[in-house]
């Protein structure tokens, strides 16, 4: 089988990524040369054309701009500081408390946004100064902030799980989303365990604890917010409406939630829609091109090349899972997560289901690969705006990361070899 195809592609992706081609193009670039090989010019350029445009006609794909709709205006209408007091009045009087409320916020806020950057700047925004006028050291906040701020692209809803439904063929999203959450609640687990005995260590100091009636108001306070999951995900479970239709419902709930809470205005809107408008256009670029970039992986039987060379190498699923998690680990520090799913989907996907495991399984564990990559040198975008809103930089903050990234990898082997952590809340749901 011819060979040449693949080093095409892989020594033009490389190259245009390494001279600063931004990534959308250096995945349309790779993937028409590649096709070069077995097709004449003309049939390239439309065909490549064709596959771009045809990948954006999808009922499922409209849930994007919507999730990053409603994230926006939760991100700006106050969601985040009342998520942040809820957790404060549960875990602010324990050893490094505020570590705890830090991870525990961003999961919050991560679930009901849907977004890892807006979780990192919208808590680590809040909590950041908070921590240091107390005496944590900055770098450690930060460092907190960016890995905590993963957790929501697992934990429901998510549109790293729709967009790894569309590059599956068509894998439940229902089913993604409820594997999620037990995922999602065991690496903040984790993290918290490293952030606690950091803080331990550390003698960083406690809040007081506060009245019962107190933290009783603070829930109230945030149980709208924190209603909205089971607005969205209750409805998707139960089939009363479709994920797309579920993230049109969300942004009317954040709005509504924002207009009264009086943190959004009228005039902020066009502002607003705008960001969602760059932020939906940067996002659709890449599916676009990931996506085309996945046609002629197929066309040129890559994906099957691949299957065949791993399987080859060992019989043991122990060891061929071992390294697909330490290829997308690599992949994931310098590939942003929308085409690093799209493109390795295919590729690994088949490969998983050879060995037997269930497609929404590998999900949850392709994305969990991707979501330590966001925190990750050189192109973790987390990272950098973790570091950004706790005012410090990447390389004050590696010593206390370095714990926390082991506490993610940790959780992902466990995911990796107990499948029932995944599969368990779907199978109670008949997923």
Request: hydrophobic letters at 60%.
């Amino acid at each position: 089988m011819d060979v040449l195809p693949i080093f095409i592609l892989i020594g033009v992706f490389v190259l245009t990524l390494v001279i600063g081609i931004p990534i959308a193009f250096c995945l349309g670039i790779s993937a028409t040369a590649a096709l070069f090989v077995s097709v004449d010019f003309i049939p390239v350029v439309s065909t490549i054309a064709q596959r771009m445009a045809a990948s954006l006609n999808s009922f499922p794909l409209l849930a994007i701009p919507f999730f990053i709709l409603a994230g926006q205006l939760m991100n700006q209408g106050g969601i985040a500081k009342r998520l942040v007091d809820f957790a404060k009045g549960l875990f602010g009087m324990l050893p490094g408390g505020l570590a705890y409320v830090n991870v525990v916020g961003a999961m919050l806020f991560g679930a009901v946004s849907g977004s890892a950057v807006a979780a990192a700047s919208a808590v680590g925004g809040f909590m950041s100064p908070q921590m240091e006028a107390e005496g944590y050291d900055k770098n450690f906040s930060a460092a907190v902030n960016s890995t905590a701020a993963t957790t929501g692209l697992l934990i429901p809803p998510s549109n790293v799980l729709i967009v790894y439904s569309l590059a599956s063929g068509g894998v439940s999203i229902a089913a993604l989303f409820l594997a999620g959450y037990l995922p999602g609640i065991l690496v903040g687990l984790s993290l918290m365990v490293v952030a606690g005995y950091w803080s331990f260590r550390a003698n960083y100091p406690t809040s007081d604890r506060l009245p019962f009636r107190e933290v009783l108001w603070r829930f109230v306070d945030s149980l709208p917010s924190l209603f909205m999951l089971v607005v969205v995900i209750g409805g998707i479970v139960a089939g009363i409406f479709t994920a797309t239709e579920a993230a049109a419902i969300a942004v009317i709930y954040a709005l509504a939630l924002a207009f009264t809470y009086r943190e959004v205005g009228v005039m902020d809107i066009p502002d607003i829609l705008l960001d969602t408008v760059q932020t939906t256009a940067i996002v659709m670029l890449l599916i676009a091109t990931s996506i085309a970039l996945s046609w002629v992986l197929s066309f040129e039987n890559i994906p099957q090349l691949l299957t065949e060379g791993i399987l080859g190498l060992t019989e043991s699923k122990i060891l061929i899972l071992l390294l697909m998690n330490i290829i997308l680990l690599v992949v994931g520090t310098f590939m942003d997560m929308t085409p690093a799913v799209l493109i390795f989907t295919p590729l690994f996907l088949p490969i998983a289901t050879n060995l037997g495991l269930d497609p929404v399984h590998f999900g949850i564990v392709l994305v969990l690969n991707l979501c330590v990559g966001l925190c990750t040198p050189p192109v973790g975008t987390v990272l950098f705006v973790g570091a950004a809103v706790g005012d410090t930089t990447i390389s004050r903050m590696i010593r206390p990361m370095v714990p926390l990234w082991g506490a993610m990898v940790v959780s992902l082997l466990l995911i990796t070899y107990a499948p029932w952590l995944s599969l368990w809340l779907p199978g109670v749901f008949g997923f």
